[in-house]
């Protein structure tokens, strides 16, 4: 008697890397919802795509913490972040937030994963004390190769093509930083990761530089 073969999901993780830096907190109603709503979308997609297997880990961060709301969680573990959970002060450490987060995402995958490495900040590095930008982008520049995709997304008061180009990140997208534009930025963020898996469900991978391009 032929032993079955149990099918192993496909297993995508889904890293988002949040500023919770001061300037944040003029959004911070809108940044507070939009994380919410992407973890709702997260335990949709597990719903839409029973043959995968869903991760999140969730990180804010500013120059006195980072903050792990989730760390490698199974997409039905996880629930919505209450209030008092994001409190936007201090500056902005990108590099080391970035840089210590993809390393323990790394330290969780294998060469079989999909990794979507999501990062949404209004500013630009200004307080990192252990990673640079060239070790950042060496890092990306390997993992793009293994089954990881990177977006950026940034406020308009930032040159946000230039800022990803400087990370080797091909996929970013500019938002407006008040209420409207926020609340935009993180629903086409959404659409976008819907399309993603749908992409991955059908083995059909999305061209470079597409991620958040709507028809």
């Known amino acids: 008697m032929e032993k079955s ?23 911070r109603q809108q940044a507070f919802a939009g994380m919410n709503e992407t973890l709702q ?34 997409a039905t573990d996880t629930h919505d972040l209450t209030w008092d959970a994001y409190n936007p002060c201090g500056g902005t450490p990108l ?27 209004d500013g630009e590095e200004n307080s990192s004390q252990e990673w640079t930008l060239k070790m950042i982008r060496t890092m990306i520049e390997k993992l793009k190769k293994e089954n990881w995709t990177f977006t950026l997304i940034g406020t308009d008061n930032l040159d946000v093509e230039t800022m990803a180009r400087s990370f080797a990140i091909d996929e970013h997208m500019e938002f407006c930083q008040d209420n409207a534009g926020t609340s935009a930025m993180f629903a086409r963020e959404r659409r976008s990761r819907m399309r993603f898996n749908k992409c991955l469900a059908e083995c059909a991978p999305m061209p470079t530089g597409s991620f958040f391009k709507e028809d």
């Open 95 to 121: 590099y080391d937030a970035m840089g210590i987060a993809i390393s323990k995402t790394i330290a969780q995958t294998t060469g079989d994963d999909n990794v979507l490495v999501t990062v949404i900040t």
């Open 41 to 74: 979308t997260v335990r949709t997609l597990q719903e839409k795509f029973a043959d995968t297997e869903q991760r999140v880990t969730l990180v804010t961060f500013d120059t006195g913490h980072t903050t792990w709301h989730y760390e490698n969680a199974l």
């Open 5 to 27: 073969i149990e099918k192993k999901a496909k297993r995508v993780f889904n890293l988002i890397i949040v500023d919770e830096s001061g300037s944040m907190s003029i959004i």
